[in-house]
T-cell receptor, first 112, second 115 residues
């Protein structure tokens, strides 16, 4: 069963625009919500993560917004750059055992 | 600090053949994970080791997949016999410990094509 649902599957944005990716989870036992960035031929790399007791976290051009009551969270990429073109995965972690459950991924293409 | 190493990077085999993948985690990382990433999907955990013991292998198709982590360092994942649906990227990851959330560091993966 898919515990983390991610949308959209793909996204095209102009350079300088905002990329928004949404995720929803079903299991309230998750403890952390990381986002991973994956370039072709590479493994996923942690981009930013948030705890469920925080509503927003910002690191540079990347912001996570978290809505605990709705069981939803989103990634905003501000001032999108061509180098941000990659596949982004949201995930949810149960701290006990450090088990990651990934969403299906969003392929982002930033056009110059 | 060296990252997670995996080999081979690519492998093409015929169905019903056997294949093995190797992973060397980041030095000092006690926990090692194997994931299967089918094209267009997120990675799915196959097996998790803590040192040389198995923590979770509930998603591992044990009739054809096996994994070991000798001496709590390197690990191998084997598929025997392979099926067409095993075509995927096999990712290895490691983290420092499992008491609470710790970042998992991923290797570049092995892309397996089963013909």
């Amino acid at each position: 069963q898919q515990q983390v649902k991610q949308s959209p599957q793909s996204l095209i944005v102009q350079k300088g625009g905002i990329s928004i990716i949404n995720c929803a989870y079903e299991n309230t036992a998750f403890d952390y919500f990381p986002w991973y960035q994956q370039f072709p031929g590479k493994g996923p790399a942690l981009l930013i993560a948030i705890r469920p007791d925080v509503s927003e976290k910002k690191e540079g051009r990347f912001t996570i917004s978290f809505n605990k009551s709705a069981k939803q969270f989103s990634l905003h990429i501000m001032d999108s750059q061509p180098g941000d073109s990659a596949t982004y995965f949201c995930a949810a972690v149960k701290a006990a055992g450090n088990k990651l459950t990934f969403g299906g991924g969003t392929r982002v293409l930033v056009k110059p | 600090e060296a990252g997670v190493a995996q080999s081979p990077r690519y492998k093409i085999i015929e169905k019903r053949q056997s294949v093995a993948f190797w992973c060397n985690p980041i030095s000092g990382h006690a926990t090692l994970y194997w994931y299967q990433q089918i094209l267009g999907q997120g990675p799915k955990l196959l097996i998790q080791f803590q040192n040389n013991g198995v923590v979770d292998d509930s998603q591992l198709p044990k009739d054809r997949f096996s994994a070991e982590r000798l001496k709590g360092v390197d690990s191998t994942l084997k598929i025997q016999p392979a099926k067409l649906e095993d075509s995927a990227v096999y990712l290895c990851a490691s983290s420092s410990w499992t008491g609470t959330y710790n970042e998992q560091f991923f290797g570049p993966g092995t892309r397996l094509t089963v013909l």
